[in-house]
């Protein structure tokens, strides 16, 4: 079953904070937080495991709440350059296959932010 | 310089025909996956692979079908009985948790 991201879109002016968030009826083993810019692939921010620390990338960070099944996305004095889709993916079993692990995504529908000037 | 490379950019087709996307990585990552992105949606899972020669189903691999004899490619064949095929496929790879996605393929049906 698909993650739910809220809100679905966001519109900021430069320098405010915006923050996104990505729920899961089903325990999660792992979030995946990638930005799609319009046109391209989307690109890897970063992953919040199971049991796993707060991350971070340059002002973007996440957190992971086990209990509640959701993520959250925070985007502090946000920048032009932030603009995109930004999806969760999540993981909800851990396999194996001959020793190496591969995670199988599920993926949100999508948060539009959009910075102006 | 390592990536991943999706042929071609874009690609029209005509209604009834079977068409190729072609996936190749230099990444030397074992794992492979295959996904459909519609305008405004998310990302949906259509064919997966571990390792070479193996090869499980997404979420929605009616009318599609792969095949991974080698590890750096995995090419994603679009079947005529693929009911609305017109939409972006993405290719990404992976060695233990992020993945990493190639340029896309824009697949238009006319």
């Known amino acids: 079953q698909q993650p739910v991201q809220s809100p679905q879109a966001v519109i900021l002016r430069e320098g405010e904070d915006a923050v996104i968030n990505c729920s899961s009826s089903k325990a999660l083993y792992s979030v995946h937080w990638y930005r799609q810019k319009h046109g391209e692939a989307p690109v890897f921010l970063m992953i919040?495991?199971?049991?796993?620390e707060q991350m971070r990338h340059e002002k973007i960070s996440a957190s992971f709440n086990e209990k509640k099944q959701q993520s959250s996305l925070y985007l502090t004095a946000s920048q032009l350059s932030y603009s995109g889709t930004y999806f969760c993916g999540t993981e909800w079993v851990r396999a194996n296959a001959g020793g190496t692990s591969y995670g199988k995504l599920t993926f949100g529908q999508g948060t539009i932010l959009t910075v102006h000037p | 310089d390592g990536g991943i490379t999706q042929s071609p950019k874009y690609l029209f087709r005509k209604e009834g025909q079977n068409v190729t996307l072609s996936c190749e990585q230099n990444?030397?990552?074992?794992?492979m996956y295959w996904y459909r992105q519609d305008p405004g949606q998310g990302l949906r899972l259509i064919y997966y692979?571990?390792?070479?020669?193996?090869?499980q189903k997404g979420d929605i691999a009616e009318g599609y079908s792969v095949s991974r004899e080698k590890k750096e490619s995995f090419p994603l064949t679009v079947t005529s009985a693929q009911k609305n095929p017109t939409a972006f496929y993405l290719c990404?790879?992976?060695?233990?948790?992020?993945?990493?996605f190639g340029p896309g393929t824009r697949l238009t049906v006319l």
């Open positions: 919040l495991l199971k049991g796993g």
């Open positions: 692979s571990q390792i070479v020669n193996d090869f």
């Open positions: 990444l030397n990552h074992d794992a």
């Open positions: 990404a790879s992976s060695i233990r948790l992020e993945q990493f």
